[in-house]
């Protein structure tokens, strides 16, 4: 089972890869959308992402208002 | 008109395939100029039957397959009619559009979405009125229509039914989610995924398989193995117009139009 920092860093990480921003940027706390300088199209491509790196579905109402790295990561690892 | 090139999609003959490539930016909305278009693109499939063994429907735009219904547009035409006149407008766009994608239903071809990005709504509906689906492994596929206080218009509800169990199609009409390609080739409704970016190689690869078929035994095939639920269809119609002469649906198409929120294609 992964804590919720490795779940967390793990986020950061694929975040950083595929959206060319350098890993150090990005801190748990910021606003994926403004650090990540995406748009909503992108953010689904996020959310895809995330549900193949982790294995899991993670319907889009549960990250509806959702911004920052954290709490993403809260909603991932209640599916884990 | 074996070969088109349009403002909102363009058609080719390639390989003995007939291809329909939508490249209407941002993410092949459709409104009337699309409609206007697709109903250029089904007379030429009618022509083209004869020297063809496939269709493949795909996209050009980065953002996706299409992201359904232009909203926008809908909203702008509906602003200044009455509600009688909103309803009859869209009645004429929905019988317009059914008889689009009833004709490629229905075509003795076999039918290739190729799809990757976001497959939402009126996109949806179109790839359900293909035979298969393939669809790139970061595809993602829903129907938002109940954001709006509406239902899908296109004939996805029968399309949907037709294909997958019933469970599955209350769980994306009733909780309006997306759902990824490995999700939707687990409920039976894509028949490939591909890596990314490969989606349209895999199916000319499955037309080019096709092809080697003799025609008549593979319309007789998708005659038998796909019957147009066109009741249902009709109903449809019927009831997305029920509902669109309500007031919260013109709230909800204003709230979209004006909207700056960073979610304006999630449910």
Redesign the interface.
Known sequence: MKTLEQTTEEILALAALHFKVPREQLSPADDF?RTLKI???Q???L???L??HFGI?L???EV?GV?DFRTLATRIQARL | MTQHQGNTLSWEIRDGALELALHHPPANEIGLAMLTELEMFIRALAVAESRCGAVIIHSRQPSGFSAGADLRELYVKALPLTPARRTAGVREFLERIHAVLNALDASPLTTIAAVHGVVFGGGFELALACDLIVADKMARFCFPELRLGLVPGFGGIPRLKRDVGNAIVRDLLLTGRSINAAKALGTGLVSQVASEGEALRLARAAAAQIAKFDRTTSAAAKRFLKPIPREELRQEIDVFCDLFVRPTVMEGLRKFFESTDAHPYLP
Do not use: F, G, N, V
């Open positions: 959308y748009d909503s199209l953010a689904l491509e959310l895809t992402r549900e193949h579905e319907p889009d109402y509806q911004a």
